[in-house]
């Protein structure tokens, strides 16, 4: 079967260097938020032009901690979408604040920002928009209806490092911009991770305590925090990584571009915006033929998976909320209808051209 993604490839390429740094890790006897944490969140802070960057756990620690130390809570509410992963609305739930959704774009499949305003109510506290597939989401309209409103901006990265628009980063327009290290990310660790970009010194503060139980040290504690803290073992790796994100992410983007010419007259394939620089986490065609695309391509012996086939107001967990089907048509309709295909940098060309080939295949009967 031709997997979604094959870490082993990427692995082989790059294993002198992993095994150097693990080597170099592991005699340091410094396990966890050492140097190697801090070179990271340096290196991550310069590459995003921000003023602090902070590794913690997992892109929902990130997301969890960023809200909670931009004073969202209980009674609050946060704008975001129904079409991300689960984890992002799980993060706004931790807090107590209740997640308000607003449907999606046809084209890019991130939020809306032409429904968000009608959603604003006195309780808005913060608007949580999701770069989802690694195309960026609309942030000058989402940053102008903050500012209007004065609502707090918390950037869902898990699924864009390194995308940009109009030459800003993500992560670098909001309050915080919230990472995912989880091995299939863009910049993937070799366990769980995650890291916050943000330019407040004082919330930089409140987070680098909340991740380390409360305390700044020594063993004071000065609020009820988590153990949500980066070990040495995955900055290591993600150093060794963050040195080639970019050749990964142009890999990414020329593969898109070889399967958009293969296949645009079949499906229809993924947009990059004016001004978006697309990092192609996922390439996600969309057709009403969706699922019988997808079983002809398992019996061609393919790999390809629906992100995300359940929106998050329709799921059992969010069921409290009091949503209904057709509250939001485009978020409803998308997840019929998406069909992410392998996208990988290590991806070879000949297997682009099969796979488009095999849709095509399926396609004309
Ligand atoms: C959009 C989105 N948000 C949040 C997360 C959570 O990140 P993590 O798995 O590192 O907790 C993920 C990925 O898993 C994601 O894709």
């Known amino acids: 079967m031709k997997p979604m993604i094959d870490l082993k490839k990427q692995y082989m390429e790059i294993k002198d260097e992993v095994l150097s740094m693990l080597n170099e890790v592991l005699e340091s006897s410094q396990y966890v938020l050492g140097k190697r944490v801090m070179e990271l969140e340096n290196h991550i802070k310069k590459y995003h032009g921000v003023q602090e960057a902070i590794g913690v756990a997992s892109g929902t620690d990130a997301l969890h901690l960023s809200l909670k130390a931009l004073g969202i809570g209980e009674g609050d509410e946060v704008i975001t979408t129904p079409f991300t992963f689960f984890a992002t609305v799980e993060a706004i739930l931790y807090t107590g604040a ?39 989401a609309n942030m000058k309209n989402i940053m102008d209806i903050a500012s209007k409103y004065n609502l707090k901006v918390i950037e869902d990265c898990a699924q864009s490092f390194g995308a940009y628009l109009d030459g800003k980063k993500t992560g670098s327009f909001g309050d915080a911009g919230c990472f995912s290290f989880y091995p299939s990310k863009n910049l993937g660790a070799y366990g769980d991770g995650g890291m916050i970009t943000l330019n407040d010194l004082h919330v ?49 983007r020329e593969n898109a571009s070889l399967y958009n010419s293969l296949l645009s007259d079949a499906v229809i394939t993924p947009v990059e915006k004016n001004g978006a620089y697309h990092v192609y986490h996922q390439y996600t065609i969309r057709s009403n033929k969706r699922d019988f695309i997808q079983q ?70």
Do not use: W
């Open 296 to 365: 002809y391509l398992r019996e061609h012996g393919i790999s390809s998976v629906v992100y995300y086939p359940i929106p998050l107001h329709l799921q059992e967990a969010t069921g409290f909320l009091g949503y209904r089907e057709g509250d939001f048509p485009v978020t409803e309709q998308v997840s019929q209808e998406v069909l992410s295909l392998p996208i990988y940098p290590e991806l070879d060309e000949e297997d682009i051209r099969l796979i488009s080939e095999v849709i095509h295949k399926c396609l004309k009967g």
């Open 98 to 136: 209740k997640p308000v959704f607003v449907d999606i774009e046809p084209d890019t499949y991130n939020i809306d920002v032409s429904l968000i305003e009608q959603k604003i109510t006195e309780r808005t506290k913060a608007l949580l928009p999701v770069h989802i597939f690694g195309h960026p």
């Open 204 to 252: 930089a503060d409140e987070i680098r305590k909340l991740r380390n139980h409360g305390s700044k040290g020594g063993y004071r504690h000065e609020c009820l925090g988590y153990n949500s803290r980066l070990d040495e073992i995955q900055a290591g790796i993600l150093l060794v990584k963050l040195r080639r994100i970019d050749t990964y992410n142009n890999k990414r």
